[in-house]
């Protein structure tokens, strides 16, 4: 007897589960004053059933009474919606959605680093030291002697190897020349500021912004080392002289010497 009315309990509950867990498919459309939102992902929480909505911002989803709707987007504020009586009975669902503000914290702009400065928060590591003879390779132990022996050659002279690098490449040379032209235009600035624009405009005739290259023409005529020898008498008959030949183009000065 016991066993039959068990069974017929059960068999009466069965259409009653079915009926609460029976749901309904709704539609609706999210918003954003008004214009639609695609992209949406709707999850019912109850059911773990989930949608997108389209480009119109529609979507479709089975819901009953008392199952939650979590509706997210990236650039807008999340939001739950409880299904009721109400929406069920009209089956159809617009949400309106609210934008996603992101406040950034203050930022601080520090001197730039070099591209080989190493941040100590971020190289400093304090783990376990891992190495050759920690993971028990073969010559684990084997040193290499670091060879700081000079490039020797047959005819007995011996040379840096790093700086005989730097004298294929170059550098040396470049850096000699760049010696070279910032002490030419310094010895160059003392013969204009000795003999003045007033003297190069009027009694030579060069406009004063030729100045600058005229100078610079002389070069080759040795007036630096002639007015370092003091003999400035030299120095005007060479000023003089070579101003009759000088070409007076249109050059950019600043490319001889800088202006004061």
Same mark, same amino acid.
């Given at each position: 007897?016991?066993?039959?009315?068990?069974?017929?309990?059960?068999?009466?509950?069965?259409?009653?589960?079915?009926?609460?867990?029976?749901?309904?498919?709704?539609?609706?459309?999210?918003?954003?004053?008004?214009?639609?939102?695609?992209?949406?992902?709707?999850?019912?929480?109850?059911?773990?059933?989930?949608?997108?909505?389209?480009?119109?911002?529609?979507?479709?989803?089975?819901?009953?009474?008392? !199952? $939650?709707?979590?509706?997210?987007?990236? +650039?807008?504020?999340?939001?739950?919606?409880? &299904? @009721? %009586?109400?929406? =069920?009975?009209?089956?159809?669902?617009?949400?309106?959605?609210?934008?996603?503000?992101?406040?950034?914290?203050?930022?601080?702009?520090?001197?730039?680093?070099?591209?080989?400065?190493?941040?100590?928060?971020?190289?400093?590591?304090?783990?376990?030291?891992?190495?050759?003879?920690?993971?028990?390779?073969?010559?684990?132990?084997?040193?290499?002697?670091?060879?700081?022996?000079?490039?020797?050659?047959?005819?007995?002279?011996?040379?840096?190897?790093?700086?005989?690098?730097?004298?294929?490449?170059?550098?040396?040379?470049?850096?000699?020349?760049?010696?070279?032209?910032?002490?030419? !235009? $310094?010895?160059?600035?003392?013969?204009? +500021?000795?003999?003045?624009?007033?003297?190069? &405009? @009027? %009694?030579?005739? =060069?406009?004063?912004?030729?100045?600058?290259?005229?100078?610079?023409?002389?070069?080759?005529?040795?007036?630096?080392?002639?007015?370092?020898?003091?003999?400035?008498?030299?120095?005007?008959?060479?000023?003089?002289?070579?101003?009759?030949?000088?070409?007076?183009?249109?050059?950019?000065?600043?490319?001889?010497?800088?202006?004061?």
């Amino acid at each position: 007897m016991k066993k039959l009315l068990a069974i017929f309990t059960f068999l009466i509950s069965i259409p009653i589960l079915e009926a609460q867990e029976k749901r309904t498919f709704i539609t609706g459309t999210t918003v954003l004053d008004s214009l639609a939102i695609a992209d949406v992902h709707i999850v019912n929480k109850n059911s773990n059933i989930g949608t997108i909505t389209n480009d119109h911002g529609f979507f479709e989803i089975p819901v009953k009474i008392g !199952d $939650t709707l979590f509706y997210s987007h990236l +650039k807008y504020k999340h939001k739950q919606i409880v &299904i @009721t %009586d109400s929406i =069920i009975s009209a089956r159809n669902l617009n949400i309106q959605l609210e934008e996603n503000t992101i406040v950034l914290k203050e930022i601080v702009l520090e001197k730039q680093e070099s591209i080989f400065y190493r941040d100590p928060k971020i190289t400093t590591y304090k783990g376990p030291v891992v190495n050759a003879a920690k993971l028990n390779l073969p010559y684990a132990n084997t040193t290499i002697n670091e060879d700081k022996s000079l490039v020797k050659f047959r005819s007995g002279a011996s040379i840096n190897l790093g700086n005989l690098i730097n004298t294929i490449n170059g550098n040396k040379k470049r850096e000699k020349q760049l010696k070279e032209m910032a002490l030419e !235009d $310094t010895e160059l600035e003392k013969i204009r +500021k000795h003999f003045t624009d007033d003297f190069f &405009i @009027t %009694d030579l005739k =060069i406009q004063k912004v030729y100045i600058n290259q005229f100078l610079n023409d002389c070069i080759d005529k040795n007036i630096i080392r002639i007015f370092k020898r003091d003999n400035k008498l030299d120095v005007l008959k060479l000023l003089m002289k070579e101003s009759k030949l000088f070409p007076r183009k249109i050059v950019n000065e600043d490319l001889y010497l800088t202006d004061h």
